[in-house]
């Protein structure tokens, strides 16, 4: 199996079953023992570290003049025996009175040899004294050591092994994606051996990546649930997955008893740890989706372990590979594999104290949303979006708390509202119209908490197209007002029903009740409100007025918030200043400021913002008459809105009728075929895919699309793969991992496509292969069509 169990000394014995995936760590394995006589594999239980090593010592074995041996450790009880476990599995002939260690000495002394030492973590102490005698005494010996925490031997290289790789619900659209993943690999492989005719079909294929993604790719886990699958479908599995240590049981007979079942893996985890860290253990598992370390501190540091205590004891944890700490920058999160935190929930839970965490938790979130609106006028804008996005699943955790928790809903309300930017801005605007919504049927009396979740709530009702809902959560704000006399809520009712005309095609009213919305809360000192009320009214006046009015509102706003060093509110008025140039005819201008906010974007990935802008370049386009690029812009936008749930028609209808206008005119220039292929060809494309796509495309607008005519096609099998990819819209990295190679080797494919064909741009690639596909020469998927 795919896991940690002990084995004989065979190495080029490959196991009863296929070895799956692991080619990088194969190959940074065989670098570190290349660069240090000491490896150590580190990992979590069933993560596959055994095998592993097993593979790389197989393969490298030979460059060993006297041989690669296995050492088992993970039967010993006591930590006396290890140097007799190496004497017995070296077959040392020694008789004499000598110490095992003196004995193990004089054996390895003079051997080119390769241990793979398998098991440590529960003899640790005696295992790394041993080693650091022999590899001291013993210049020849190199050692390949398993172990759920380092060795912590001087020259000691720790390779951490990750899980295998997983599709995420996002791949779902790309049935290679999912189906190349390493865990569905191994699904497969082992699943055959259970039920002969398994296979990933379209129909089961999210379940599978569901599977998969909730086992977090644990091989151990990964093949127990596959021997399920004699009885049950991949759909009936996971719908059994909250009571995965009853589900997955059943593992091979030949496997040592911790590595027969889940729990039982587990179980062994949890008693090498100490008191301390059980304890955090269990009180870590109350966060679903990771935690930083101030979190740690703030939620976990009470009681007998104070928050003084806390880095030692995760410190800890992380070097038993029950915590996984990621890197990026200099910003360190905390994780747990899925099966490690629903083990220590279960502790949590005969500890009764979930409700304490859970409210130390809502009160610690409540303070950076708070934060975070205070500050958001000002640099640092996108950093905290991106740190709300990564911390999304603990705040649904606390909100479902709070809703659920009588006495609680009040302050739930308050740290909904202040998430207004992290729902409208961050990517979560119909979840937040879900929250709100859900908030506000159990947030009883007229109070400014709940007039707070009203007017975030009709915000994000509006740009979804839900009008009359906004309006009637406006008409109850504005009765709630004359009882709280809030000139906060006062302001913000002007802001939102504004908001509500504009979108209905009141432009008179809406920019007289902007007017009042800004007066208001500037006197209440919020700026940040300010600059969106006033990019808002400048969308108006665009409509309704003459244009230096729009412009010179755009100005004031840009400027202010330059100032301040704030840019999300600074992307949109750009947009509204690019849709003003369009309008009066000044592509170069519109282009540019348009350019500008797709910039902002990158950092941003702010959905409204992106989709609105990514039209305007559209429309852009297509009035310097370059309709191939204009179809290309539009289908972004289009995969854009559809992942945001909302389109542009929720804006109103001036610039409903604007964006219809232009399809119209794109439309008559390609034919309906061609533009509906091409919005389907990137209907998958991310925000961050759409954002480089349409720069790409504004960059090389106006180079020639038409595609070069071959008598044979120029590009190998290879070449042709990666452009119907490019086609997609597809970036390297996405390339890369689709094709399993590395994106430096996807970048020579591009630039030898591009050379071969004779263009500038992904682009135009992407128009040359869907001129093949029209003109039916397409043979198949890998092989070049008759060009």
């Known amino acids: 199996m795919h896991d940690d169990r002990g084995r004989g000394c065979l190495i080029g014995a490959g196991g009863l079953t296929s070895f799956v995936g692991r080619r990088q760590q194969i190959a940074d394995v065989r670098s570190s023992l290349a660069a240090s006589r000491l490896v150590t594999l580190t990992g979590p239980g069933g993560i596959g570290k055994t095998r592993l090593a097993l593979v790389v010592a197989d393969r490298i074995r030979k460059a060993f003049r006297d041989g690669t041996h296995v050492i088992q450790l993970a039967s010993l009880d006591d930590e006396r025996e290890v140097a007799s476990a190496f004497t017995s599995s070296l077959a040392v002939l020694d008789q004499s009175n000598r110490s095992a260690t003196q004995q193990l000495v004089d054996h390895l002394r003079t051997q080119q040899v390769l241990l793979v030492v398998d098991n440590c973590e529960h003899v640790l102490p005696a295992t790394a004294e041993l080693l650091a005698e022999l590899l001291e005494q013993a210049p020849g010996l190199r050692v390949l050591a398993t172990s759920r925490e380092p060795l912590g031997i001087a020259g000691e290289l720790v390779t951490m092994i990750p899980p295998l790789s997983v599709p995420t619900a996002d791949q779902l659209h790309d049935t290679a994606s999912v189906d190349h993943c390493e865990a569905v690999q191994l699904l497969v492989d082992r699943a055959r051996s259970v039920t002969s005719d398994f296979s990933v079909t379209d129909a089961n294929r999210p379940a599978v990546q569901q599977l998969c993604e909730r086992l977090d790719g644990m091989p151990l886990a990964i093949e127990l649930a596959a021997i399920r699958l004699r009885t049950l479908s991949v759909g009936q599995v996971v719908e059994r997955l909250d009571r995965r240590f009853e589900l997955l049981t059943g593992g091979s007979r030949a496997a040592r008893p911790r590595q027969q079942t889940l729990r039982a893996l587990i179980d062994w985890s949890h008693e090498l740890c100490s008191d301390d860290e059980r304890l955090l253990w269990a009180r870590l598992s109350a966060f679903p989706g990771g935690c930083d370390l101030k979190a740690v501190e703030e939620v976990c540091g009470f009681g007998d372990l104070t928050p003084e205590r806390i880095v030692d004891v995760l410190d800890r944890l992380v070097a038993k590979s029950i915590v996984i700490a990621e890197h990026t920058g200099e910003q360190v999160r905390y994780r747990q594999l899925m099966t490690v935190r629903e083990y220590g929930a279960d502790r949590l839970e005969q500890l009764a104290e979930l409700p304490v965490l859970r409210r130390r938790m809502r009160d610690h979130y409540l303070s950076r949303a708070r934060s975070m609106v205070e500050r958001w006028c000002g640099p640092g804008q996108h950093q905290m979006l991106a740190a709300m996005r990564r911390d999304h699943t603990n705040l649904l955790a606390v909100l479902e708390w709070s809703v659920n928790t009588p006495g609680e809903r009040p302050t739930g309300g308050e740290l909904a509202s202040f998430l207004r930017y992290h729902w409208i801005a961050g990517g979560s605007l119909s979840e937040g119209r879900r929250w709100l919504d859900r908030i506000l049927g159990v947030l009883d009396g007229d109070t400014v908490e709940r007039g707070s979740v009203l007017w975030v709530a009709a915000w994000a009702m509006l740009l979804q197209g839900d009008r009359e809902a906004a309006a009637e959560h406006l008409t109850e704000l504005e009765r709630l007002i004359e009882v709280v006399r809030s000139p906060e809520l006062t302001a913000h009712a002007a802001h939102w029903r504004a908001l509500y005309h504009l979108f209905t095609g009141d432009l008179p009213t809406a920019i007289e009740l902007y007017h009042r919305a800004v007066r208001g809360h500037r006197e209440v000192g919020s700026t940040g409100a300010v600059l969106t009320a006033q990019f808002q009214l400048a969308m108006a006046q665009n409509f309704q007025e003459p244009p230096g009015l729009a412009l010179q509102t755009c100005q004031e ?121 091409v919005t389907r060809r990137l209907a998958h494309l991310t925000k961050a895919e759409a954002i480089e796509l349409a720069l790409e495309t504004a960059a090389s607008a106006g180079a020639p699309a038409a595609p070069r005519v071959f008598r044979d096609c120029p590009l190998t099998e290879r070449e042709l793969e990666v452009a119907r990819l490019i086609a997609t819209g597809m970036s390297n990295r996405a390339i890369a991992e689709t094709l399993v190679i590395s994106p430096r080797t996807v970048g020579g494919h591009v630039e030898r496509i591009l050379g071969k064909l004779g263009f500038a741009s992904r682009t135009q690639v992407a128009s040359w292969v869907t001129s093949l596909d029209e003109a039916g020469g397409d043979a198949g998927p890998y092989r070049a069509p008759a060009c």
């Open 557 to 677: 706003v840009l400027a202010v918030s330059a100032r301040h060093g704030e840019r999300w509110n600074h992307a949109y008025a750009l947009w509204i200043s690019g849709l003003q140039h369009w309008r009066a005819g000044d592509m170069a201008a519109a282009k540019q400021v348009a350019t500008a906010a797709l910039e902002i974007q990158r950092d941003f990935t702010d959905g409204v913002c992106t989709a609105l802008v990514l039209e305007l370049m559209s429309w852009i386009t297509m009035s310097n008459r370059h309709p191939d690029d204009a179809a290309t812009l539009g289908g972004a936008a289009a995969a854009v809105w559809d992942r945001l749930g909302t389109t542009i028609d929720a804006f109103g209808p001036h610039i409903t009728a604007d964006s219809r206008r232009v399809a119209e005119q794109v439309t008559a220039a390609l034919g309906a075929a061609r533009v509906e292929q």
